[in-house]
Nanobody, 125 residues
Framework: QVQVEESGGGLVQAGGSLRLSCAAS????????MGWFRQAPGKERSLITA????????YYADSVKGRFTISRNNARNTVYLQMNSLKPEDTAVYYC??????????????????WGQGTQVTVSS
């Protein structure tokens, strides 16, 4: 069993930055592909970025490409999401998720094994 917990959400003005952190329990963090999803009111939860087990490969949705950066520190069992140039449309609950994955290549699907509770990010105009 892996527990995943996000932190770092909050209120920020448009154009600002936030960094989200996701801490995972367990001794096999490096076996997990990690992803960040978000869900805005009235919309489905969707994958915005993911990172492979060693951090060597990443995926970004078009909506965040060039503004968000995912990274991970396997020694600290933590994955990060640096969000720059934030827009009001980035307002959502952000979820971190872990998937036990056989490959080091980033997984870009939506079937994850473990999920955090989510952290609210609100971007004011």
């Amino acid at each position: 069993q892996v527990q995943v917990e996000e932190s770092g959400g909050g209120l920020v003005q448009a154009g600002g930055s936030l960094r989200l952190s996701c801490a995972a329990s367990g001794r096999t963090f490096s076996s997990y592909n990690m992803g960040w999803f978000r869900q805005a009111p009235g919309k489905e939860r969707s994958l915005i970025t993911a990172i492979g087990r060693s951090g060597g490969t990443t995926y970004y949705a078009d909506s965040v490409k060039g503004r968000f950066t995912i990274s991970r520190n396997n020694a600290r069992n933590t994955v990060y999401l640096q969000m720059n140039s934030l827009k009001p449309e980035d307002t959502a609950v952000y979820y971190c998720a872990a998937r036990n994955y056989f490959s080091d290549t980033v997984y870009v699907g939506s079937r994850y094994d473990y999920w955090g509770q989510g952290t609210q990010v609100t971007v004011s105009s």
